[in-house]
């Protein structure tokens, strides 16, 4: 729930939003004080009714606000997308680049605690 509560108060912080505007714009299916609770850290857990009118308040997807509230990881959250530039050339370098085939040949072969640990040490 944690994470639920940082992503919730990052989107109404960007929006502008106060809980009473989020309780509104989901047609009062959740009330203020239930989103203030959510924002303290206090509520445990949390029906997929009030998921709902949350996502809707809030004006984000479902399912991706589903899933943080499940602790899921959700790839690409932490960091943007590739420049549709940097995104070229990377495609163009695995083509081209027997060195750089390679490499991502091996990437693809790792299991994800493995090259976890590899992004780890390349950060």
């Known amino acids: 729930m944690?994470?639920?509560?940082?992503?919730?108060?990052?989107?109404?912080?960007?929006?502008?939003?106060?809980?009473?505007?989020?309780?509104?714009?989901?047609?009062?299916?959740?009330?203020?004080s239930y989103i203030k609770d959510i924002l303290a850290g206090k509520t445990k857990s949390i029906s997929v009714e009030k998921l709902n009118a949350l996502a809707e308040g809030l004006g984000v997807d479902g399912v991706e606000l589903y899933r943080i509230a499940s602790g899921k990881d959700i790839p690409g959250a932490e960091?943007?997308?590739l420049p549709p530039g940097l995104?070229?050339?990377?495609?163009?370098?695995?083509?081209?680049?027997?060195?750089?085939?390679?490499?991502v040949r091996a990437l693809l072969r790792l299991k994800p605690?493995?090259?976890?640990?590899?992004?780890?040490?390349?950060?």
């Open 79 to 81: 960091e943007e997308a």
């Open 87 to 103: 995104f070229v050339k990377a495609i163009d370098l695995m083509i081209h680049d027997p060195d750089v085939s390679a490499i």
């Open 2 to 32: 944690d994470r639920l509560r940082v992503y919730v108060r990052e989107v109404m912080d960007k929006k502008g939003l106060s809980e009473w505007q989020v309780e509104k714009r989901a047609n009062r299916k959740i009330k203020d």
């Open 113 to 123: 605690a493995k090259l976890k640990a590899l992004r780890k040490q390349l950060e």
